[in-house]
Nanobody, 125 residues
């Protein structure tokens, strides 16, 4: 139904920036909530940010608030995560995810049925 592909990950020095993209195909995402999660090997998947279908509401984990910005372009079926002031603690595989309905801001990974394959972000000290 929905396929998600992340891109934009890589290696960056502490204090630097990266912009992640998540391109969706299949069913339209206009009426879906979209989100970003991250995971370090051996640890649980961690919520990062979520955005409602029209971009009117956003939710951020305390660990990334004021540093990361989530956005979406429904015409392109794409969501973005602008990451600034990156810290070594941000190192993880980042995943995009989406769910219905689109007006809900949900931080639980178990509530998202559609996931991308992940993109690695590594922040050096």
């Amino acid at each position: 139904q929905v396929q998600l592909v992340e891109s934009g990950g890589g290696l960056v020095q502490a204090g630097g920036s990266l912009r992640l993209s998540c391109a969706a195909s299949g069913r339209t995402l206009s009426s879906y909530t979209m989100s970003w999660f991250r995971q370090v090997s051996g640890k649980e998947r961690e919520f990062v940010a979520a955005i409602t279908w029209n971009g009117g509401r956003t939710l951020y984990a305390d660990s990334v608030k004021e540093r990361f910005t989530i956005s979406r372009d429904n015409a392109k079926n794409t969501e973005y995560l602008q990451m600034n002031s990156l810290k070594p603690e941000d190192t993880a595989v980042y995943y995009c995810a989406t769910r219905f309905p689109g007006h809900e801001l949900v931080a639980a990974a178990s509530e998202y049925p559609y996931w991308g394959q992940g993109t690695q972000v590594t922040v050096s000290s």
